[in-house]
């Protein structure tokens, strides 16, 4: 073994302290990426997207696909570099030496997970009570106690170990995705049915023709159904191999989302007249489909898929959130206690046990629909300086190469898009009446507030860029 395997394998430090367990291969790598893509992202987006593209809904999932791509490459690149627990964090550290941004790119991600765990608990919460609810010795449940049973269920797994945290995620995983393939497996029969090319535009002015404009708003509206593959770079320290496994990981994790995507799209429209799918007063899209295409379905099985959807969502981005933790604290930019990793389970347990403490007070907090909104848009600012990250460690001469590099282009449009993406939800604050703007005015906020604390703290201890 060389030195840098015999390295990745051991389970202590250099300093005698306990390290993260490599415990995770590429086909949980690839299930933990399309597990946190999924989610609710398809289940939340179809309607809203095919009432404003018609049939050709589907064309806006492959927009936002080669969209989402380009930074997914760029991140698979920057796994093969540097696979470490800080993720984005210490790329950023790395190529642009200064902690300040390092700081804020780290909490930015971290407020992102919170926010998502806190949403998804009220969401598990309230999905749980419609089930309790017909169990007659049970009855219903108070939600507090539900959302307290439910993120203290989730810290545990996380606690015990990264394999038991894996294997919840591949019930979970596979759950929500059997769900979809049932979808396109029952209304497979309906497709060819109808045009495909068809747009709300062309419907009702068959001279407007195919309207691309209009499929590019539609790519803006789905590109985050494919947020969560930037999750897979901070359980690097936990893969196998992550120099080669990682860019595979996330690469494919992203095509299989694709493909699903593309092909329950297609189903829905196929099945359900679009006009009809954004309507939630006839139900959600997906029960609309099952209702005609598999009508023999019970009504409350999407319901319970929902559940392993939404508790997937919330135990990876708790893995995320206190591996991220745990990397910045060792860069020191955050405090040392963070950084601490249990002996016997090899996990960052101080982490785990301080997002239980911020997550339990957002999720109590209530609807923090604005401020998960604004998390999503800063993440797009945290995708423009990883895509530039690249570019800058590729053109510095002491950098090694890793093992997946890619052109300067990739990375350039990459930013290009997210720069994009930004601009479109500030001209649509701007210019459409009905769009709230406070997720813009959160999101800056946010920002303000992070940098406060890092003046706050002022991190005393330089990174080491030699670790």
């Known amino acids: 073994m060389s030195d840098s395997g015999a ?50 809904v589907w064309l806006a999932f492959v927009g936002s696909m080669i969209a989402a791509m380009l930074t997914g490459l760029s991140y698979a690149s920057l796994a093969s570099r540097l696979p470490r627990a800080g993720g984005a964090s210490h790329i950023v550290y790395r190529a642009y030496r200064l902690r300040w941004l390092a700081y804020v790119v780290g909490l930015t991600v971290v407020a992102s997970g919170l926010t998502s765990m806190a949403t998804s608990s009220n969401v598990f919460a309230a999905n749980l009570a419609v089930f309790l609810d017909r169990v007659p010795l049970l009855g219903a449940a108070p939600a507090p106690a539900l959302v307290l049973a439910f993120i203290g269920f989730i810290a545990l797994i996380n606690f015990i170990g990264i394999r038991e945290s894996v294997w919840a995620n591949w019930i979970c995983t596979l759950i929500e995705v059997a769900g979809l393939l049932f979808v396109i497996a029952a209304g497979m029969r309906f497709w060819g049915s109808v045009d495909y090319l068809e747009t709300p535009t062309a419907a009702g002015n068959p001279r407007a023709g195919f309207d691309f404009s209009l499929i590019a708003s539609g790519a803006v509206l789905t590109f985050f159904a494919f947020i969560g593959f930037e999750d897979m770079l901070n359980v690097a320290e936990e893969v196998q191999r992550p120099e080669r496994t990682m860019p595979l990981g996330i690469v494919s994790a992203l095509t299989i989302t694709a493909i699903i995507y593309i092909a329950v799209a297609i189903t829905a429209v196929s099945v359900v007249d679009y006009r009809d ?22 009504g409350w099985v999407f319901g319970f898929i929902t559940l392993f959807a939404v508790a997937n969502t919330v135990l990876i981005n708790y893995i995320m959130g206190s591996r ?50 604004a998390t999503s848009l800063l993440l797009l600012f945290v995708f423009v300086i990883v895509n530039v990250a690249l570019i800058v460690l ?3 001469s002491d950098e090694p190469p890793g093992k997946f590099e890619l052109p300067a282009i990739v990375p350039l449009l990459g930013a290009l898009v997210c720069v994009g993406l930004i601009a479109a939800r500030v001209i649509r604050v701007i210019t459409d009446p009905g769009e709230s703007a406070m997720p813009l005015v959160i999101a800056g906020l946010l920002l303000v507030g992070i940098g406060m604390l890092y003046v706050a703290r002022r991190p005393a201890v330089q990174l080491d860029d030699s670790r």
């Open 7 to 56: 390295r990745s394998a051991a389970s202590t430090t250099d300093r005698g302290e306990p390290s993260l367990a490599r415990r995770i291969g590429l086909p949980s790598l690839v299930v933990f990426g399309v597990g946190d893509m999924v989610g609710a992202g398809i289940y939340g987006t179809i309607g809203v997207a095919a009432s404003n593209l018609g049939n050709a």
């Open 277 to 298: 799918l954004g309507n939630v007063e006839l139900g959600a899209p997906l029960q609309q489909i099952t209702s005609r295409a598999a009508p023999w379905l019970p």
């Open 324 to 373: 991220l933790l745990y990397g910045m604290a060792r860069d020191r930019l955050v405090p040392d206690a963070l950084g601490k990793v249990h002996r016997k389970t090899r996990t960052p347990h101080v982490a785990i046990a301080v997002l239980l403490v911020i997550v339990i007070a957002l999720a109590l907090v209530g609807d923090i629909a604005a401020l998960a909104a």
């Open 394 to 396: 590729k053109r510095r």
